[in-house]
């Protein structure tokens, strides 16, 4: 069974630039949700994908976008990028069952983002 | 914000039980328990979860007293490999949407020493 992966591990941007970062979710789950932590904190829910539309979402601005393709991986995209946007940004795969049931989210290392 | 109260830290003796609280008086007959774990710059392992009767998997117990108002977490034999923060989250039974989604609060830091 393949865990949750997530690229890059660290990047560093600079304020006002774009960033994407990717997530591969375990097999055989469908739903991939983001969370961002902060240094110090517990991480919040950004938003969450399923069949390739956002499913729900946190108190973050539209800037904070997403996409999730037909294999189930997502990305995250942040434009204009700010000082308090730097933080590690995880993902979380999990199943929707057709039934509406969840199963427990499994969590990927995270990316480290500087932003400078 | 999260539903549930830790203490922000608790030492334990390497090989003995850690018994980890939590608080969750407003809890909804719907919500489950869960508990995660964050080691240091890793993302967050689940342990364990229920909704009113004491589960045990192979990596911890999980208790429920009778009004569902708090739980108690215990890692049996700690090791030093289990210092890590420990989350404790009430969630709606799992349904579409920001429902089924985590609200992490600042957890317990547990520290286990030889």
Redesign the interface.
């Given at each position: 069974e393949t865990g949750?992966t997530q690229s890059p591990t660290h990047l560093i941007k600079t304020r006002g630039q774009q960033v994407t970062l990717r997530c591969s979710s375990q097999s055989g789950h469908n739903?991939v949700?983001w969370?961002q932590q902060a240094l110090?904190?517990?991480?919040?829910?950004i938003f969450?994908y399923?069949r390739e539309e956002e499913?729900?979402?946190?108190n973050f601005p539209p800037r904070f976008s997403g996409l999730q393709f037909p294999n189930y991986s997502s990305e995250l995209n942040v434009n204009a990028l700010e000082l308090d946007d730097s933080a590690?940004y995880?993902c979380?795969s999990?199943r929707?069952a057709t039934s509406?049931?969840?199963?427990?989210?499994?969590?990927?290392?995270?990316t480290r983002l500087t932003v400078l | 914000d999260a539903k549930t109260t830790q203490p922000t830290s608790m030492d334990c003796a390497e090989g003995r039980a850690a018994n980890l609280p939590c608080n969750h008086s407003t809890i909804s007959g719907n919500e489950y328990v869960y508990w995660y774990r964050q080691i240091h710059s890793q993302g967050p392992q689940y342990i364990i979860h229920g909704l009113k009767n004491n589960e045990t998997n192979e990596m911890a117990s999980l208790i429920i007293t009778e009004d569902r108002k708090s739980s108690t977490l215990i890692l049996p034999h700690a090791t030093l490999r289990d210092t890590a923060v420990y989350y404790c989250i009430v969630r709606v039974g799992g349904y579409g949407g920001s429902q089924g989604n985590l609200i992490f609060g600042k957890g317990t830091k547990l520290s286990v020493k030889p």
């Open positions: 949750v739903t949700s969370y110090g904190q517990g991480p919040q829910f969450q399923y499913n729900g979402r946190g590690l995880l979380a999990s929707l509406g049931s969840y199963n427990e989210q499994f969590f990927g290392p995270g | -």
